[in-house]
T-cell receptor
Framework: DTGVSQDPRHKITKRGQNVTFRCDPISEHNRLYWYRQTLGQGPEFLTYFQNEAQLEKSRLLSDRFSAERPKGSFSTLEIQRTEQGDSAMYLC????????????FGPGTRLTVL | QKEVEQNSGPLSVPEGAIASLNCTYSDRGSQSFFWYRQYSGKSPELIMFIYSNGDKEDGRFTAQLNKASQYVSLLIRDSQPSDSATYLCAVDMDTGRRALTFGSGTRLQVQP
């Protein structure tokens, strides 16, 4: 257990529904990342926060995706109007201040869109 | 060309042998390199990181970095069946981004 928690661990939804995932970081970590991983692939970067500021967004993050990190603590990732192609494991990782930027992953949320 | 490349495997080794996992990356300016282990259905777990050319040892694991050849490897000595997993190489590409770029992973099977 890295100390990064994610909720829910599994989500099954129907196409067109909205879903929201939550990530709680290691308390002293100010950087938070969202990645998406599909079967047989490595994690792909979606977005990055330093404290409450969203500093990077991947081009993978379409307009249907939005992420927030109010007050620089937990973060949420919302997917609107889900599509079957959104089915994946959504991973949150956090890291502390410093040049090493070693990222520790939470357990992930597995999304299945029917 | 993928930015971080790994042989997908499976790499099969007998118990007690040395497993050698390899990774190449495209960005010559990359500074930080990470190996993660991922069991089926689980999230990636950090094994080691390396920043400097040469070898870095931690228990049964040794990471090797050659920046001139843009090559990083992970050696697992005395492989155990519990080491059977997918090993992901991740690189902090020199693009000004903080996100890691991952390879697709190498699946390791340790035969008892």
């Amino acid at each position: 257990d890295t100390g990064v928690s994610q909720d829910p661990r599994h989500k099954i939804t129907k196409r067109g529904q909205n879903v929201t995932f939550r990530c709680d970081p290691i308390s002293e970590h100010n950087r938070l990342y969202w990645y998406r991983q599909t079967l047989g692939q490595g994690p792909e970067f979606l977005t990055y926060f330093q404290n409450e500021a969203q500093l990077e967004k991947s081009r993978l993050l379409s307009d249907r995706f939005s992420a927030e990190r109010p007050k620089g603590s937990f973060s949420t990732l919302e997917i609107q109007r889900t599509e079957q192609g959104d089915s994946a494991m959504y991973l949150c990782a956090t890291s502390g201040v410093g040049s090493t930027d070693t990222q520790y992953f939470g357990p992930g949320t597995r999304l299945t869109v029917l | 060309q993928k930015e971080v490349e790994q042989n997908s495997g499976p790499l099969s080794v007998p118990e007690g042998a040395i497993a050698s996992l390899n990774c190449t990356y495209s960005d010559r300016g990359s500074q930080s390199f990470f190996w993660y282990r991922q069991y089926s259905g689980k999230s990636p777990e950090l094994i080691m990181f390396i920043y400097s050319n040469g070898d870095k040892e931690d228990g049964r694991f040794t990471a090797q970095l050659n920046k001139a050849s843009q090559y990083v490897s992970l050696l697992i000595r005395d492989s155990q069946p519990s080491d059977s997993a997918t090993y992901l190489c991740a690189v902090d590409m020199d693009t000004g981004r903080r996100a890691l770029t991952f390879g697709s992973g190498t699946r390791l099977q340790v035969q008892p």
